[in-house]
């Protein structure tokens, strides 16, 4: 199996530090999900891996191997860095046949990643006449070329429309199935919620996170229950006799039709859906409305950055993060 | 990897860009048009030479060649082209060999073409006033006249992966070869003679006054192209892509 190995890379250009000491390890069959904001190191990390930037120290290692020891690397490793790398005046098949000629790939090659991504209809055509999700399309064709055990891709979903990021989302959960190492970078939290199962989270080219995402959620984001009744207050007081902490929220959506007589949505935090139903039903109130609510990516990694930023403007109130209401 | 399935590769790249393809045709139209415009021209000039009007083309059939040798260096050079190249052959050395390569043997098979429609085309025009050239001197030129203009080509390529900038390659070699050399060209016999194009230009006279013989400034053109080729060779190998 082939994984990225990341050790103690770091890439200065000039005084400016873009990647500093980082270490992590992308493992084969999931989908890492690569975060960080713009600016982070995520793509320059990507460049060292693929033997584009010399590092200022310290290896980046694909099964073990430097990328530019390897023969034909595209048959081990396919990467997506800049939807912009095909020439303009060359047709999509054209940009690929060359790819695929440097690497000895056999020309059937070029006709299939084209029918994969969705091209094949267009491919005689010059690639100026694209989209930017044409191009996107294009470059993860490139990538795919010589069936890698490694993906690396660089913003995917840049310029896709709705079912080019639903696309997207299947082609990488398929491509951890069938066991390769895929490394996804993103800013977008929402995207790489829906298709990454392990995080690595850079700030400022330091290493922040790197676990299941599962995990980073839960650690940052603390679970709640939504809970609505007739009676708000006495639903307050309930959960206060039995040590909850609940605020109430606005209604935002309903505009007033309900016409049932209820307060606003109650967040109870540090809670668990199955304690706060039989509590509530116990006290025989009815039950408007309960739900779980799982923190969400962006909730936790705003929160992990916001831990990291030193001089960041704190918020008014010092409470931590609490889950959005969906 | 392979040297040849990278020169394919890269030759595959010229075979499929437009403007490149253009080029080469254009360093032949050019060249052979302007030989003839010159042949028309019959002002009795004292130091008439007939060989050189037969390829007083190459002048501006050498800006084709320059324009071409820069685009196909110049291409890899947008939008993170040099990225994809690069990740498919991490080989930097070896990669700009095939480059060199398929860029220099398409420039030297037109760069001949060139001469062979030149001195057609510029006897054509002479008329009687061709006659001063002899046959293997005129097929000398021709292969001095594809020389020459194959080593523009890769004296601009080589620049340009220097300069990382087809513009900026084009902005200093065009002006040269129309202007510098023109204003410079009467003052023979100084350092003027070993620039790359007056050089590799003594081929295509045939009266001679200079230092430098056919051949030997043919070399002194293909000096100035390899370093050019190294330049961008050491750029290539040592800079971030």
Known sequence: MTSIDVQDLTKEYGATRAVDRLTFRVEPGRVTGFLGPNGAGKSTTMRLVLGLDRPTSGSATLGGRAYVTLEEPLRHVGALLDAGAAHGSRTARDHLRVLAA???????RVDEVLEEVGLAPVARRRVRTYSLGMRQRLGIAAALLGDPRVVLLDEPSNGLDPEGIVWIRELLRRLAREGRTVLVSSHLMNETASFADHLVVLGRGRLLADMPMRDFIHARVEPSVRVRTTDGAVLRDLLARHGYDAVEREDRDDGGGDGDGSGGRWIVRHARVA????????????????????????????????????FAARPASPSPIRPQEV | MAFASVLHSEWLKVRTLRPLVAGLVLVVVVT??????????????????????????????????VTF???????????????ASLAAVPRRGRWFAAKAVAVGVPALAVGLLAGCASLAAGTAALGDRADGIGRAEGLCAVVACGVYLALMALLAAGLTALLRSGVATLGILVPFLLLVSFVVGDMSGNAADLLPDRAGQVALHGTRDGLLGPWSGLAVTAAWTAAALLAGTWSIRRRDA
């Open chain 1, 275 to 310: 304690d706060i139903g039989r509590l509530v039903s116990g006290a025989g109130l009815p039950v408007l409305e309960l739900a779980a609510l799982d923190g969400t990516l962006e909730q936790a990694y705003l929160d992990l950055t916001a831990a990291e930023t030193e």
């Open chain 1, 102 to 108: 440097s690497n000895r790939l056999p020309g059937r």
């Open chain 2, 32 to 65: 052979a048009v302007f030989s003839a415009l010159a042949g028309l021209d019959d002002s009795g000039d004292a130091d008439f030479d007939p060989l050189f009007s037969a390829f007083f083309g190459v002048a501006f059939g050498q800006v084709a060649a």
């Open chain 2, 69 to 83: 040798g820069a685009q196909a260096v110049s291409a890899e050079f947008r939008g993170g082209a040099l990225r």
